[in-house]
């Protein structure tokens, strides 16, 4: 009997760890199963989406075509992209082109840097006074990437160069924007 007790003793720990690993192990398959079963229900769903975005777009080729064509661009000019599209009024684009796309672009040209795109961002959180209004980001022709924030005032301002040293403004980019050679001249002092 005494032997009897002491295998008891050693075995009921063993019992108790053999049962709590069995079920360790029914527990993870059993998370595991559900793990998959989400996957492919969300596969599904990502699947269905797709079809239904391949259909709308097959539905309107013209749309997307007509859409390629307005963003051609011929020469050195960089693609210009407003972010997002649909926020942006007529005026407003003309206003940012004419204001800072177009300085920036020749500005940059005196240092020989060609853009091929620049991204106009709309800050959608840009309500209280001195907030930015607008993310511009750059990628020119070497790869180099840039970027800064513009439109702090609720009229639009010129685009200023911001130089390491003093800018140097050539007499063609002195003659087109006569504003921000003042500006930055009166911000110099």
Do not use: H
Request: net charge negative; glycine share 4%; charged share 30%.
């Amino acid at each position: 009997m005494v032997s009897l007790k002491k295998y008891a003793l050693f075995f009921i720990p063993f019992l108790l760890l053999l049962v709590s690993l069995a079920g360790f192990f029914l527990f993870r398959i059993s998370f595991l199963q559900r793990a998959i079963e989400t996957k492919d229900k969300s596969l599904a769903d990502l699947d269905q989406k797709l079809t239904l975005l391949e259909k709308a777009v097959d539905q309107q080729p013209e749309v997307k075509q007509e859409k390629l064509e307005k963003q051609t661009v011929s020469g050195d000019q960089p693609f210009i992209i407003f972010v997002p599209a649909g926020k942006f009024s007529e005026d407003e684009k003309k206003e940012l082109v004419k204001k800072l796309v177009d300085p920036l672009i020749d500005f940059n040209a005196q240092e020989n840097i060609s853009f091929l795109s620049i991204v106009i961002t709309l800050i959608t959180e840009a309500d209280k006074e001195g907030d930015f209004r607008y993310d511009v980001s750059t990628l020119d022709k070497d790869g180099n990437y840039g970027g800064f924030l513009y439109g702090e005032d609720k009229k639009l301002e010129w685009w200023i160069p911001d130089c390491l040293e003093k800018c140097n403004f050539l007499d063609d980019f002195t003659d087109n924007y006569p504003e921000i050679v003042e500006i930055y001249q009166e911000k110099s002092i």
